[in-house]
């Protein structure tokens, strides 16, 4: 059983940028039930979210993407969404030191992919800061065009949880 499955699919995870984190993920090269390693930091490269940019430019998702082949790419609509999945991932994989994909997608995976994320301080700050932005101003995140409020306010409350059980 999952760490995280009492939050996960309820409020974190479960969306449509969830699934196309999954899709990311999905592309690496796995050795079964070996945990593939992969670095937050290309993650958020990968996501054109390497430059730093204001914690408030965050609320509303703009030019986030990753690119699947040369022409093609893969868009997030809430980057918000992507952020709170990928820090309770952190979470997942501090706690039980790794997470199968199969377990992330509701089980409805072919391939048995097990991944450990590596996150560094930089980037874990980066998260932090997201995150704790979103618990304080959760209204103002594009999310809360698609969500009610008190929706919202639960999510920044199972965010703030999840932050403070994180390591770092």
Not at 4 to 14: C, D, H, K, N, S
Not at 45 to 51: G, H
């Amino acid at each position: 059983m999952m760490y995280i499955e009492r939050w996960w699919g309820e409020y974190i995870g479960g969306t449509d940028d969830t699934y196309t984190l999954i899709d990311y993920l999905v592309d690496r090269e796995f050795e079964s039930d070996i945990p593939t390693e992969i670095n937050v930091k290309n993650i958020l490269q990968d996501f054109q979210l390497n430059n730093t940019r204001e914690i408030k430019d965050l609320r509303q998702t703009k030019d986030i993407y990753y690119i699947i082949e040369k022409e093609f790419f893969q868009d997030i609509g809430c980057v918000i969404n992507l952020l709170i999945d990928v820090t309770a991932i952190i979470l997942e994989c501090q706690k039980n030191g790794k997470v199968h994909l199969t377990d992330l997608a509701g089980g409805i995976m072919d391939k048995n992919a097990v991944i450990t994320l590596k996150v560094e301080k930089e980037e874990m700050a980066f998260l932090r800061r997201v995150l704790e932005d979103f618990i304080h101003h959760p209204l103002s995140y594009d999310l809360a065009e698609f969500c009610p409020e008190d929706d919202m306010r639960e999510i920044a409350k199972v965010c703030k949880e999840i932050l403070t059980e994180l390591e770092m």
